[in-house]
Nanobody, 124 residues
Framework: QVQVEESGGGLVQAGNSLRLSCRIF????????IGWFRQAAGKEREFVAA????????LYADSVKGRFTVSRDNTIGTAYLNMNDLKPEDTAVYYC?????????????????WGRGTEVTVSS
């Protein structure tokens, strides 16, 4: 059974940074496509960023381009979402998701494995 675990959420002031981490158990991490999504209260889940198997290709939502960076370290089986210059509108539960596709995917239906999420709150 594949398990996805996110960590690193918390409460920060606007303008500050956070780094989220994602680990996936039960399948070969280096052959797992990784996506980050978020869901704010009362809103639908939205795509944030994705990274390909090799880590050499990334995809970002327009709302986070230039502020967020997605990466992965296949040697330790961990993916990251570095979030800089956080804004109150970034407040949401952030989810890590995985699939067996080698390239970046932005659609949530392309992901099979989902974590329970980690909460990020940005105060103004």
């Amino acid at each position: 059974q594949v398990q996805v675990e996110e960590s690193g959420g918390g409460l920060v002031q606007a303008g500050n940074s956070l780094r989220l981490s994602c680990r996936i158990f039960g399948r070969t991490f280096s052959q797992t496509g990784i996506g980050w999504f978020r869901q704010a209260a009362g809103k639908e889940r939205e795509f944030v960023a994705a990274v390909a198997w090799s880590g050499g290709s990334q995809l970002y939502a327009d709302s986070v381009k230039g502020r967020f960076t997605v990466s992965r370290d296949n040697t330790i089986g961990t993916a990251y979402l570095n979030m800089n210059d956080l804004k109150p509108e970034d407040t949401a539960v952030y989810y890590c998701a995985g699939n067996d596709r080698p390239y970046t995917q932005g659609a949530p239906e392309k992901y099979v494995y989902w974590g329970r999420g980690t909460e990020v709150t940005v105060s103004s």
